[in-house]
């Protein structure tokens, strides 16, 4: 069924869809829609979710955690300031190894306070045991968020995942989405399984002190899970095709016009779309650029990347994210992946907005620069019309 | 004398904790086992008691726990029994928690979980200070004892959990000592009948926290009663029980001097008289609030 709905209507759809057992809620903006949708949806008696509202996100992911391991499907949403609350939690989670899935619409962290889009809230969690995925449409949030359950209940991982989608742009645009049907996807989702539930008949226990050699190899299982996830993934997103006839989900990472480019451009999520069509008129001015899109943040796929960038004359990374002080977090990954010249792009961050007229800027200035051999690591692009904001530099002590 | 406990095996407790000797929440845990029995799902959180059921994969107590982040506990076990319900299980979830998790940095979502009635037994075993990082103040440090980061005696009173908790208009609300284990035995058996959230503090003295011997444990536990510190009753439905133990302390000529309690600890050894009187005023206030409750 084809509806037109937001992000946030997609991914409480998929939930719903999933026949999720425990949602631990806490409202944050631009999340908050996907919970209001929840509880509405548990009010007009469509679902049996038991949906808590909890006073913090910290113990949304506490609710969570606390129902995955006893046994039922869980689920959680969050943005910004409410993820770096959860961040332990988020970490507690991925060492107990609980299949969760959580959607993050992104969003800028204070101070000073912002509520536009950025991704770095989302990126900030990478070193932390999730597999990681990004949407780049509402059709993407709801598909990604369904194949979460899959991936994260196989097996064969074992670790909680999230879905990125960047706020507002996605969370509150409404788009066409394809809905698969319920019976489709009890299909797709086998009840739940894990590897182990607290509960007094199996006596299992969780978390207590483990000797350094242990802890260890814990961690190395989390990160070897993470890492031969790729398989799962591609696996789960060709059997997705069979309930979402329009998807397409073979790979982890998405090509756009690359096989035949000298350059290209690496984007992730919404403006990806403003990014392709940059490509489109850049090619017709015969610059010779293609644009690779990151879907999977963890586990990384190196070996996509290398096949489909390992040979371009320049890869241009546009970032709406920074690790303050080095570059982009995008950029480092691929940079740490290829051998051939590698320039970092920050943009858009806290909702300074980029359009299609942007990016053709912004690629072919830096395609300029790599032709010339010298180029910048790291530019932060600011589109035309705001370049000249200067910001008031602080007074000295002395 | 013998309580009569002697030689009761508590299946809660597996030999061989890491506990020290004389630790008193090692007997809190095998009286709950007593009390609740078998089907029972634990969250403990980051305390002691992290540390006593020893090195992991394998655990010293005989429950199920799930070890958890220190302000997590409450809310872990709010989606725990939810979780069971949905399985269609009739499992008690327990919250085990020190007072630093309970008072200090658990408090959010001890008093969320409460406002929301979760369906749980909260435990909170107060030693009165952060024991196992060596005994640093809490919220929950009496006035004038001296800690680690106290070492010239705590400036400030212990926060009130026992009144911010009936606050929170719960099912049940009630205090307990290690020292009187079968009245602390009876409340946890009732607290089991009773549906929605359900909170007991249970005085853990400490013997290397609160400085005397260990063999002394039970004794403290019980001194900190008799001398009217430490009240034992209970709120269910809005009545309020004060247990047979604590019932001479309503009127204040019947108490036990207070300096009977606090001369056998070591972190009281050089109480001013001015601090004594702020603790003696500390007691009268309590029990001045709890006759007028009753
Ligand atoms: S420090 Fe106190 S509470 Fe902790 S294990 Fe030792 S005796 Fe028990």
Not at chain 1, 177 to 188: L, T, W
Not at chain 1, 362 to 377: V, Y
Not at chain 2, 187 to 194: F, I, N
Request: aromatic fraction near 8%; proline fraction near 5%; glycine fraction near 8%.
């Amino acid at each position: 069924m084809m509806k037109i709905i937001s992000g946030n209507e997609a991914v409480a759809l998929a939930v719903k869809l999933a026949r999720v057992g425990v949602v631990g809620i806490y409202p944050i903006t631009p999340q908050t829609t996907i919970i209001e949708e929840l509880a509405e949806m548990r009010a007009r008696g469509e679902i049996s979710t038991d949906v808590v509202r909890v006073e913090s996100e910290h113990s949304a992911m506490g609710v969570t955690l606390g129902a995955a391991v006893s046994g039922v499907r869980a689920f959680t949403a969050t943005s910004s300031q409410g993820l770096l609350y959860m961040h332990e939690m988020v970490w507690w989670a991925a060492g107990s190894r609980a299949p969760i899935v959580m959607v993050v619409a992104t969003r800028a962290v204070g101070a000073p306070w912002n509520i536009w889009n950025e991704n770095t809230d989302f990126m900030s969690e990478r070193d932390s045991g999730w597999i990681m995925a990004f949407a780049s449409s509402p059709q993407e949030a709801l598909d990604l968020t369904l194949q979460a359950f899959r991936i994260s209940e196989d097996p064969r991982v074992f670790v909680p995942m999230m879905v990125g989608m960047d706020g507002f742009i996605l969370s509150h645009t409404k788009t066409n989405v394809y809905i698969p049907s319920q019976e489709d996807v009890d299909a797709f989702i086998p009840p739940r399984r894990q590897p182990y539930v607290i509960d007094p008949e199996t006596q299992e226990s969780m978390g207590n002190i483990f000797q350094p050699v242990h802890y260890m190899k814990l961690r190395q299982s989390i990160n070897d899970a993470i890492a031969d996830s790729k398989d799962v993934i591609r696996e789960v997103g060709r059997e997705y095709e069979k309930i979402n006839p329009l998807a397409d989900y073979k790979t982890l990472n998405v090509e756009y016009k690359l096989e035949d480019a000298d350059y290209a451009v690496v984007t992730m999520g919404a403006w990806s779309l403003d990014a392709m069509e940059a490509v489109d008129r850049l090619r017709e001015r015969g610059i010779s650029v293609g644009l690779y899109r990151v879907r999977y943040v963890r586990p990384w796929a190196e070996d996509e990347i290398l096949r489909a960038l390992g040979d371009k004359k320049g890869v241009i990374v546009f970032d709406r994210a920074t690790s303050l002080g080095r570059g982009g977090p995008l950029y480092l990954e691929v940079k740490a992946s290829l051998n051939n010249p590698v320039k970092g792009v920050v943009a858009g961050l806290g909702g300074v907005s980029m359009n299609k007229r942007d990016f053709m800027e912004a690629i072919s200035t830096s395609i300029e620069e790599m032709k010339r051999g010298s180029f910048r690591e790291v530019t932060w692009y600011y589109p035309s019309e705001v370049k000249e904001v200067e910001l008031g530099t602080p007074r000295s002590a002395i | 004398m013998s309580l009569g406990l002697r030689g009761l095996r508590s299946e809660s407790l597996l030999p061989g904790t890491s506990a020290c000797p004389g630790c008193p929440e090692n007997m809190a845990m095998r009286m709950v086992g007593m009390a609740l029995g078998k089907n029972v799902a634990m969250v403990v959180v980051a305390g002691c008691s992290s540390v006593i059921q020893g090195i992991g994969p394998k655990n010293a107590y005989g429950y199920p726990v799930l070890n958890i982040a220190f302000a997590a506990g409450p809310a872990a076990a709010s989606g725990m029994w939810r979780a069971f319900k949905q399985r269609n299980k009739d499992v008690t979830v327990v919250v085990w928690a020190g007072d630093g998790g309970t008072a200090d940095i658990g408090f959010a979502s001890l008093s969320g979980a409460a406002e929301r009635n979760e369906d749980f037994i909260y435990l909170c075993v107060d030693n009165e200070a952060y024991m196992n990082s060596g005994g640093q103040r809490s919220g929950s440090t009496p006035h004038g004892a001296v800690t680690t980061t106290t070492p010239e005696g705590k400036k400030e009173n212990k926060k009130e959990l026992l009144f911010i908790m009936l606050d929170h208009n719960v099912p049940y609300v009630a205090t307990a000592s290690v020292g009187y284990p079968h009245d602390l035995m009876d409340k946890l058996k009732r607290a089991k009948e009773v549906n929605g959230f359900r909170y007991i503090q249970i005085l853990t003295p400490d013997p290397y926290g609160w400085l005397f011997d260990p063999s002394k444990t039970a004794e403290v536990g019980k001194l900190a009663v008799q001398t009217c510190y430490w009240p034992l009753i209970e709120v269910m439905n809005g009545k309020v029980r004060v247990s047979n133990e604590s019932l001479h302390c309503l009127k204040k000529e019947t108490r036990r001097p207070l300096k009977d309690f606090l001369s056998v600890q070591g972190r009281y050894k050089k109480l001013p008289e001015r601090d004594y009187l702020e603790l003696e005023k500390f007691v009268d206030d309590l029990w001045e609030r709890i006759i007028s409750m009753s």
